[in-house]
């Protein structure tokens, strides 16, 4: 089998083998050196287990409300898998007849309606064998549940298709009831007819109708352009590449679209399900956030740009392929993500919001390649993935839990935190035990805690997880002090830093220090993990030899920094006069007292009823004067 592409830079037609080419994009394998940033937030873990096998090309899987999935074949045949993974021995629908299959096109999507146990509808979009798209209703038969009535089409729009490529073909009910599809540009490359802007055109757009309305459809009032005689009145959103996959977040309504890229970017699109409506995606003005053609395009600000983009590289991929925030009740690590996959590479991502208006995007798995083709959820919300070309139906699992914790940094700091993988604004109930406040709670101890939550999806999730011990802190220190006022320690630790007055000394972090003036020191050492001890303060009176001009032989105020008293003590080799000044920071004397010894002079000061704060004492005779600075706790 053959498929059939264009060179983008040369627009030269080409016959390539479709062994590693994706029938879902144009793809010249020009590899862009170009990086995405993306960012590990509590990042759970996906892992894939086989479900079914022995499907040929699969491209779509479905539910109709009850436990059976639907695998759709782009060749036009749609099978039945039961609860345990069965494929029922005869097809559901076999419409091989009308669908012209091959390369980008085939039987591209199944729907199931919202009443299906009652109305027995079904729509698909497949390219017909003219090569153009067709969106059609069938019913399943009255004689069993397992088999549709290949008869019962009534087809309700067809769309001509100028290139064999870029059909889109995703087509789901949403949230309101109404018909969603998407059509690609129309193909070749670089939309040459300019579909994606056309708002005249189908292609490039992704549409919206009311099947139970009218016949074979009605538009809805709601749509954004139905009154605009300038836009196709089933147009949901336009600016589309092409939009193989989209899915609605079965609790909020929100849509996720992956729109492939031409050669650079590949894009993750977002609408909240609060939007009227009317968003351009930007193809082909932009490819993701990245100029593409802009002659002729209206002003960026009226384009709506990706939630994430990533480069198409060897690295990462070629070709996305969108899939469904997992709202599933068997693997709580993965609730609230939306996980998609690349066709090429096999790389699996989730997108979850940051609960500031942002996103955190992290890379859950580098699988082998199988040539993830499309994305599908049970009825209870659990993810299904199939392979084109293993045809390979996998469940998507994990064994990650809902919460991830980090203990506590050191012992004895109590800072340990527990923050949850699932969007908390999605919980209806939280329940801790030990009883703690809050969804992420902080400055914990170490120990096990255990919370239970219920989701608005009514999941019912439990889970116990433990806050660590910190590493253990360093023996405290011991300072010695020499008369010369050398500070030293014998304590062997990775970082030192001296304080004077509990104020860290700027450039003090050796093991020693030499004290300038009269205080408290201490000494704060810490590990290589950070985790620090204090020693014991040490009162250091540095005695100025001002005194000595003054004809004293020793003078010192101690201890500096006090807390209700204070003592002077003098040295006199004679009979000698004095004044004792003591101000506070501002100038205002406090205390002014004369004196005389001869010898020994030593007095204490109560200076319990003095705020806090900075004080000076000074000592005058008439040879000039000497002041000290002192400290009240």
Not at 81 to 86: K, S, T, V, W
Not at 430 to 452: C, H, K, Q, R
Request: charged content about 15%.
């Amino acid at each position: 089998m053959s498929l059939e592409i264009w060179d983008f830079d040369q627009f030269q037609y080409h016959i390539l083998i479709m062994t590693n080419c994706t029938p879902f994009k144009n793809f010249i394998p020009i590899f862009i050196i170009a990086f995405t940033s993306v960012t590990v937030f509590a990042q759970p873990e996906l892992v894939l287990s086989n479900f079914a096998t022995g499907f040929n090309s699969p491209v779509d899987i479905a539910n109709s409300g009850d436990e059976r999935l639907f695998i759709v074949e782009q060749g036009g045949v749609v099978w039945v898998l039961d609860a345990g993974g069965n494929k029922l021995p005869a097809p559901f629908l076999d419409i091989d007849d009308r669908v012209g299959s091959g390369g980008e096109r085939g039987l591209l999507g199944i729907a199931f309606h919202p009443d299906y146990p009652n109305s027995g509808y079904f729509f698909v979009n497949y390219t017909n064998n003219s090569g153009d798209s067709r969106i059609s209703r069938f019913s399943v038969t009255d004689a069993d549940p397992n088999i549709a009535d290949p008869d019962s089409e009534l087809i309700l729009l067809e769309v001509s298709q100028p290139f064999g490529n870029h059909n889109g073909g995703c087509i789901k009910f949403g949230l309101d009831g109404y018909l969603y599809t998407t059509l690609g540009d129309g193909g070749s490359g670089g939309d040459p007819q300019g579909n994606g802007q056309n708002r005249q055109a189908f292609l490039g757009k992704m549409l919206r109708i009311d099947v139970d309305g009218g016949s074979p459809y009605s538009i809805p009032d709601s749509n954004p352009f139905s009154t605009d005689d300038e836009t196709l009145d089933e147009i949901w959103a336009l600016g589309l590449r092409n939009a193989w996959r989209f899915s609605f977040d079965r609790v909020t309504g929100d849509v996720w679209t992956g729109d492939v890229g031409q050669s650079n970017w590949e894009e993750i699109d977002f609408q909240p399900a609060s939007s009227p409506g009317g968003e351009n995606y930007g193809w082909r003005c932009y490819e993701g956030d990245h100029t593409f053609n802009t002659g002729g395009c209206d002003d960026a600000s009226t384009m709506t740009f990706p939630a994430f983009e990533y480069s198409n590289s060897s690295s990462l991929g070629c070709s996305v392929t969108g899939g469904f925030v997992y709202r599933g009740c068997e693997f709580q690590g993965l609730y609230g993500h939306y996980i998609f996959t690349d066709f090429c590479s096999g790389i699996f991502w989730s997108i979850v919001s940051d609960g500031q208006g942002g996103w955190i995007t992290n890379q859950l798995a580098n699988l082998t390649n199988n040539n993830f083709s499309t994305f599908g959820e049970n009825s209870g919300g659990e993810l299904f993935v199939a392979g084109l070309s293993t045809g390979i139906i996998s469940k998507v699992t994990s064994s990650s839990g809902m919460l991830s914790a980090t203990g506590e940094s050191c012992e004895g700091e109590n800072d340990g935190s527990i923050s949850f993988t699932i969007p908390t604004d999605q919980f209806t109930s939280i329940l801790w035990n030990p009883d703690i406040l809050g969804p992420t709670p902080t400055n914990l101890a170490p120990g096990m805690y255990s919370v239970e939550v219920t989701t608005s999806n009514g999941c019912n999730f439990m889970q116990t997880i433990e806050v660590g011990a910190g590493e253990p802190s360093p023996d405290q220190p011991i300072v010695n002090v020499d008369q010369d006022g050398v500070l030293t320690t014998d304590a062997i630790a990775d970082s030192y830093q001296w304080y004077f007055n509990g104020v860290p000394i700027s450039g003090a972090t050796d093991n020693s220090h030499v004290a300038t003036e009269s205080g408290n020191y201490s000494l704060v050492v810490s590990n290589a993990n950070g985790c620090e001890t204090t020693s014991l303060e040490v009162t250091v009176t540095i005695t100025s030899t001002a005194y000595q001009e003054l004809g004293f032989e020793m003078a010192s105020i101690t201890p500096n920094p006090f807390q209700n008293t204070i003592q002077l003590r003098l040295e006199t080799p004679q009979q000698m006069g004095f004044e004792i000044i003591i101000s506070d920071s501002s100038g205002k004397i406090i205390r002014d007292e004369d004196q005389s010894a001869n010898g020994s002079f030593e007095k204490t000061f109560n200076l319990q009823d003095l705020p806090s704060g900075i004080y000076y004492f000074s000592i005058k005779n008439k040879k000039g004067d000497w002041t000290e600075q002192v400290v009240k706790k």
